[in-house]
């Protein structure tokens, strides 16, 4: 029984077709993630960049400034990153039905706990937006509320990645007890921590982008900051966080179950490293330059970074798939024999009640070989006992040499455990039509 515990679930599907080919499901996941991602990105990183901003402001309040306007853009890319989140959930579901359930009701409360998470840190950032006058007498308090907003926005993603994480591994399913047990597969933090240096990577870019635009009164706003000093440290802070991920980068390659990976996967991480190099070059010429060569090749810094993201979202998705088409296979072989059995009965049972007897020997015997051996003998491979192919090859001229076992089974195979006696389950007849069926299933 024990044994029985730790072999993976293969839960039945259910049986309807996708209601769009899959190829289009599969790219409407990953460019919808992409987009709904970045924004979660711009929330995240924006967030951490006020708060930093603020504390320094304390003592320069250019930096107080500098905060307020970074703050103002949070709000609107929390909308967007859950707006955008809609697309990427439905079509996860869509394609990942059992395994995304699967993986939602392991980690129960803690993934519905995200609705009032986002709905509390969404009037966080909304309170700090709104009280930077009122509160300006008073920082610390104002610094507080952000800096919640910060935790629920660290924490949201956890959850995220300990769902998406741990629908990958039905072999751990048996396993897992609550949220913190998920949390703590060996791969959750690598990801989570790539994630979170790719959100500063890509809030740096953003405020590069925000404080250089033609219609954007920097100088207006600020007394001593200049658009050049606030670039270089938007530059800075998206150099460094890329570097970093080349160190992150490898151990979540590292951490990751070996199951899922090959080299379509390895290739395209690979390319989309190797192309992100020319922009940490540019980035670092235009920091190391001089000022009126900030802006010089932004654009190619930009178009890089992108198709660098491009590429590891695909990853991440071919990543999946290695993982999870093998047991996808298994599920849609049993829910096809679900559906044939179902079949049966519902023929069965829609003939006149005298007729029952009538049923096959071998419809008989595969009912009885369901209700008592198909929890550790299936026909092609090895569950608890060995396979109903390996009882043909023994037994194919000694049916009473196969009815004798089931009777009172010996010990014969090394790490197998015994085999429980049928003696008093099953009579003659059954056993008859049990071994007929297993002697002569194709
Ligand atoms: C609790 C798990 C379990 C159940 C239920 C079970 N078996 Fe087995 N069976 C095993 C194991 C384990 C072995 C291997 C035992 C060994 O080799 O020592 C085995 C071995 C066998 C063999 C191989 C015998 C041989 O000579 O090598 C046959 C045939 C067999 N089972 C038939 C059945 C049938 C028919 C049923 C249902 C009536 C059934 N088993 C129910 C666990 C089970």
Not at 117 to 144: C, M, Q, R
Not at 232 to 238: C, G, N
Not at 314 to 334: C, D, F, Q, V, W
Not at 348 to 355: C, D, L, R
Request: charged fraction near 15%; hydrophobic fraction near 50%; aromatic fraction near 12%.
């Amino acid at each position: 029984m024990l044994l029985l515990q730790t072999s993976i679930p293969v839960p039945k599907d259910i049986p309807l077709p996708f209601p769009a080919p899959e190829w289009f499901l599969v790219t409407i996941l990953i460019i919808s993630f992409l987009v709904h991602i970045v924004f979660v990105n711009l929330m995240l990183g924006g967030s951490l960049l006020t708060l930093w901003c603020q504390i320094k402001g304390i003592k320069n309040k250019e930096y107080d400034t500098l905060a307020h306007e970074i703050a103002k853009t949070i709000t609107v890319n929390k909308s967007l990153a859950v707006v955008m989140g809609i697309a990427p959930l439905l079509t996860i579901n869509t394609l990942y039905t059992v395994f995304f359930y699967t993986a939602n009701s392991l980690t129960g409360l803690m993934w519905i706990a995200i609705i009032p998470l986002v709905t509390v840190a969404f009037l966080l950032t909304y309170l700090h937006k709104y009280t930077w006058n009122t509160f300006s007498n008073n920082k610390p308090i104002h610094i507080l509320i952000i800096a919640f907003a910060c935790i629920i926005f660290m924490i949201i993603p956890l959850v995220f990645f300990t769902n998406v994480n741990l629908m990958l591994f039905p072999e751990k399913w048996g396993t897992i007890k609550g949220f913190m047990s998920a949390l703590l597969l060996p791969n959750v933090f690598p990801r989570y921590l790539h994630f979170i240096f790719a959100s500063l990577a890509v809030t740096g870019l953003f405020l590069f982008w925000y404080v250089g635009r033609k219609n954007y009164d920097f100088e207006s706003i600020f007394n001593q900051l200049t658009r050049y000093e606030v670039k270089k440290k938007a530059y800075s802070l998206v150099l460094a966080a890329s570097v970093s991920q080349f160190i992150i980068g490898p151990i979540v390659l590292l951490t990751l179950p070996s199951k899922g990976l090959g080299w379509n996967l390895i290739l395209v991480i690979f390319t989309g490293a190797i192309i992100s190099l020319p922009a940490i070059f540019y980035m670092y010429k235009a920091i190391v330059g001089k000022p009126e060569n900030i802006n010089k090749n932004f654009k190619i810094v930009v178009i890089c970074l992108t198709i660098t993201v491009v590429f590891m979202g695909s990853g991440r998705h071919i990543y999946r798939a290695n993982t999870l088409n093998p047991h996808i296979k298994m599920i849609s072989e049993k829910t096809q024999s679900f559906i044939k059995e179902s079949e049966i009965a519902r023929q069965e049972s829609a003939k006149p009640q005298t007729a029952v007897s009538d049923k096959t020997d071998s419809n008989k015997g595969l009912e009885i070989f369901e209700q008592n051996c198909a929890a550790c003998h299936a026909k092609d491979e090895k569950v608890v006992g060995p396979p109903i192919r390996e009882m043909q090859t023994i037994y194919s001229n000694n049916p009473s040499g196969l009815k004798a076992w089931i009777k009172a089974p010996g010990k014969k195979r090394e790490g197998y455990p015994q085999m429980p006696a049928f003696a008093n389950k099953l009579s003659d007849s059954e056993l008859n039509q049990l071994s007929n069926y297993i002697l002569t299933i194709k």
